[in-house]
Nanobody, 121 residues
Framework: QVQLVESGGGLAQPGGSLRLSCAAS????????MGWYRQAPGKQRDLVAT???????NYLDSVKGRFTISRDKDKNTVYLQMNNLKPEDTGVYYC???????????????WGQGTQVTVSS
């Protein structure tokens, strides 16, 4: 089993910053892509940013230039630095990881429990 634990959400003013962290633990052989998704009330869950094991990144257009995804492979941790936050960034942010577990060949996608980000004055 693998667990993803997120931290770093909270309340920020427009123009402010927050940094999210997500640490993976458990029976991990390797981690491929890691990413962040968000879900606003009444809306579907959308991809915000992803990062591959080769550190290739991909971003939602509306966050390009404001958000930066990074990862620490030694710590099995992914980060999301969010700058110049806007009210429309409000939502629950979920961490996602494509994990190959020890003793298995096929990867499996795991989700964190989610962390609330609220951008409001």
């Amino acid at each position: 089993q693998v667990q993803l634990v997120e931290s770093g959400g909270g309340l920020a003013q427009p123009g402010g910053s927050l940094r999210l962290s997500c640490a993976a633990s458990g029976s991990i052989f390797s981690i491929n892509t890691m990413g962040w998704y968000r879900q606003a009330p009444g809306k579907q869950r959308d991809l915000v940013a992803t990062i591959t094991s080769g550190v290739y990144t991909n971003y939602l257009d509306s966050v390009k230039g404001r958000f930066t995804i990074s990862r620490d492979k030694d710590k099995n941790t992914v980060y999301l630095q969010m700058n110049n936050l806007k009210p429309e960034d409000t939502g629950v942010y979920y961490c996602n990881a494509c994990v190959v577990e020890v003793g298995r060949r096929a990867p499996y996608y795991y989700w964190g429990q989610g962390t609330q980000v609220t951008v409001s004055s």
